[in-house]
């Protein structure tokens, strides 16, 4: 009875072992480094209009990414051709401090959010033929509307977020792109070309103090 107790018990440690080897495994195999102290260095910045500043902090002893726009658009770009199939997901958390009410998202005017996410594609060799993706914590639209930014129809906006209800909490996502870029644009895509997260203040005037965490992608 002794041997079978022990045989059980190292069987389950075995697989218990296992279970968290891969689970580890699981976590460290995202396509796009994190905002993190290391995986920052290979983000690139891209300023529109003056330069949102982002800077890496601790929260509860976890590196974060603090983004600060006063009246300003720049974003931070990982530009790499990578492979997506029908099980890619997109992951990420973030934070808002808080939004702008009274925005019209649909027009240039209103076109700010405190926090953005990112996906490219492209249908050609030329840059007018690049597709954008955007999730946004809208100001004030309902979640899962979608529109085409006022700026370009080759954008399509996308709440996953909205409003106050949950300003100062992390909110956390996790997309199937290629089901969402064939929503938005009716194509499948097999290719990303880049990621890029942008927190933007530059046409109402209004300051946002917004997170970013856990950017995944696998």
């Known amino acids: ?25 699981r976590a460290s195999t995202s396509l796009i480094p994190d905002v993190d102290q290391q995986g920052i260095k290979q983000w690139e910045s891209e300023n529109f209009v003056d330069e949102t500043q982002y800077r890496i902090i601790n929260e509860a002893n976890n590196e974060i990414l603090e983004a600060r726009a006063v009246g ?10 990578l492979p997506i199939n029908a099980d890619t997901r997109l992951g990420w958390r973030w934070k808002v401090s808080t939004i702008w009410p009274g925005a ?6 209103g076109d700010d959010f405190p926090v953005r996410i990112y996906i490219v594609v492209s249908d050609g060799p030329f840059f007018w033929q690049k597709r954008t993706l955007v999730y946004v914590w809208s100001n004030n639209t309902a979640i899962d509307t979608r529109w085409d930014n006022p700026f370009t129809s080759r954008a399509k906006m996308w709440a996953v977020d909205s409003g106050i209800d949950l300003i100062g909490q992390w909110t956390q996502h996790n997309r199937t792109i290629q089901a969402d870029l064939k929503t938005a644009f009716g194509t499948t895509y097999s290719e ?5 997260i942008m927190t933007d203040s530059d046409n109402g005037g209004a300051s946002f103090l917004s997170w970013y965490d856990d950017i995944q992608l696998n």
């Open 1 to 25: 009875m002794k041997q079978k107790l022990s045989i059980f018990y190292s069987t389950v440690y075995a697989f218990c072992l296992l279970l968290l080897l891969s689970t580890t495994s």
């Open 104 to 109: 019209i998202e649909t027009s240039k005017a």
């Open 72 to 81: 300003s658009a720049s974003g931070l770009f990982y530009k790499k051709k």
């Open 192 to 196: 990303i070309e880049a990621v890029a």
